[in-house]
């Protein structure tokens, strides 16, 4: 039973921690793409990233107003 916890407890961990990293950015798109636009395929991963980073780089945010 312990160990049963004890492995709920780092996937929780984890899925926390890729949240709070942005690793589970991908995963979401992919899941929203398929309900929203069940028509035709999401980008590939390596795409996301690189329209997530141009994107990034063109909408700098300063945290102020």
């Known amino acids: 039973m312990f160990i049963t ?13 890729r949240d709070f990293t942005g690793e589970s950015a991908y995963d979401k798109y ?5 309900r929203e636009h069940p028509d ?5 991963e ?5 329209q997530r980073a141009a994107f990034d780089e063109e909408n700098v945010s300063t945290g102020c107003c």
């Not at 390596?46 to 690189?50: A, L, V």
């Open 46 to 50: 390596r795409d996301f990233w690189r």
């Open 5 to 17: 916890q004890l492995r709920a407890f780092a996937a929780h961990a984890r899925s926390l921690w």
């Open 30 to 34: 992919v899941a929203r793409h398929a």
């Open 40 to 44: 035709h395929p999401p980008l590939a």
